[in-house]
């Protein structure tokens, strides 16, 4: 995935590509689609030039919930990091299995510590993204 030219996920090549990489690009695919409908109701809004305040709280809605997913992606980008410090295991096994179960488990962890406040990110994103100009 690019924002900006910036590539904040790694792209996967059909010989590197496991069921987590086809998660992870599911969940892109998904972010992307989300992300291009709320930029054409933005920009149906801006045509308009005035917005309603019904549309001002649906567009601030709208930007706090990306907010909340970017944090949460950000997150268990970091926990996959983190995790590969760790050691192997070796009395329970390694295999594909646990790695999914994991992922998974990373996955819900991240998204609920960032629907609770995260470590912050989303606010500053928030704020960024709803100041005047």
Known sequence: MQVEG???MPSMSPTNTSQIGSHII?????????LATAQKR????????I?????????????????IQLEAIILKMMYGEM???VPKD??????N????WRDMYHEELTKNMAMNGGIGLQDVI????????
């Open 6 to 8: 910036t590539t904040l």
């Open 26 to 34: 599911s969940q892109e695919a998904k972010f992307q689609q989300e």
């Open 42 to 49: 933005l920009n149906k809004s801006a045509k308009s030039g």
């Open 51 to 67: 917005m309603t305040e019904e549309q001002i709280a649906q567009r601030n809605k709208d930007i706090k919930d990306a907010s």
């Open 83 to 85: 995790w590969k410090t």
């Open 90 to 95: 070796e009395l329970f096994g390694d295999d």
């Open 97 to 100: 299995t646990m790695d999914i």
């Open 126 to 133: 928030y704020r960024q993204l709803t100041q005047s100009k």
